[in-house]
């Protein structure tokens, strides 16, 4: 048995992204937890909301591939988020589930941190949190969720750090962490940049070394 998100919206709107979360988590009455809850759930908030989900969890080290699972919504949505769009995802993605139990679980480890943040956060610098800014946040949003997904050391946690930094500065139109958020970006394209050319260094030379 699922409750009908709709019912659980009127709940969600105002409410800190945690208390959400929580909310959703504890929620005995359904077996499974699905991305298309969370769309419905989350209403006008979906975006940055579902960004800051997606991306939270890469922060971490995660198993191979994981990265590429989460990465995939989150091109869709900082695309849609770069174009001012509402958010949509194609049925494949919407229909992803967990048992409420693993999402309890992920729940429980990303709300402390979570709470911690929303303590920080206060709208300030609204301005940087509006189009046209918000559609730019969006666009380096992309930019770090294509390097997310691609399999390079390191290429996980700083782009993640940055996305979720944004994600929620926007949430929560707190302008000074969407600059967090821009720094943490260039810091992150500074250091996977550094790592691209090091490995495509040492390619170059074990070709050379191959063939002289």
Not at 181 to 196: K, N, Q
Request: glycine content about 8%; overall charge positive.
């Amino acid at each position: 048995m699922s409750t009908d998100p709709s019912s659980l919206r009127g709940a969600a709107t105002g409410q800190p992204l945690s208390v959400v979360l929580l909310q959703l988590a504890q929620d005995r009455s359904r077996s499974r937890v699905s991305v298309a809850d969370l769309l419905a759930l989350l209403g006008d908030r979906a975006i940055g909301a579902l960004m800051f989900i997606f991306a939270a969890p890469n922060i971490l080290p995660v198993p191979p591939g994981v990265s590429a699972i989460l990465g995939a919504p989150l091109i869709f949505l900082s695309a849609q988020w770069m174009l001012g769009m509402r958010p949509w995802l194609p049925k494949l993605v919407r229909e992803r589930s967990l048992s409420r139990e693993d999402f309890a679980a992920l729940t429980w480890r990303v709300v402390p941190w979570l709470g911690k943040a929303e303590r920080l956060l206060r709208p300030r610098y609204g301005f940087l949190a509006k189009p046209p800014m918000e559609n730019l946040v969006g666009a380096v949003c992309l930019l770090l969720a294509l390097v997310l997904v691609l399999p390079i050391p390191l290429g996980n946690t700083l782009p993640a750090l940055s996305i979720s930094l944004l994600a929620l500065g926007v949430l929560e139109r707190d302008g000074l962490w969407i600059v967090g958020g821009l720094i943490a970006s260039t810091i992150a394209a500074a250091v996977v940049s550094g790592v691209v050319f090091a490995l495509v260094k040492a390619a170059l030379f074990m070709l050379a070394s191959v063939w002289p």
